[in-house]
């Protein structure tokens, strides 16, 4: 099966530079946001375990 590619569907190199800063917040957001959860699962973990000895 030969690919096809709609030219009306590729962005245009401006385009794409111009949303590099979006881009580019956009995946540190998700990192922040990773870390932030992995934080809570650790603090969840770390009563639990209080709990448990306590």
Do not use: F, W, Y
């Not at 096809?4 to 111009?18: A, Y």
């Not at 917040?25 to 699962?41: N, P, T, Y």
């Amino acid at each position: 099966m030969e690919h096809m590619i709609i030219m009306d569907t590729v962005p245009s190199p401006r385009s794409i530079t111009s949303a590099l800063p979006q881009i580019e917040a956009q995946s540190m957001c998700l990192v922040v946001e990773r870390l932030e959860q992995e934080e809570k699962g650790k603090m969840i973990m770390h009563i639990e375990n209080l709990h448990i000895k306590g």
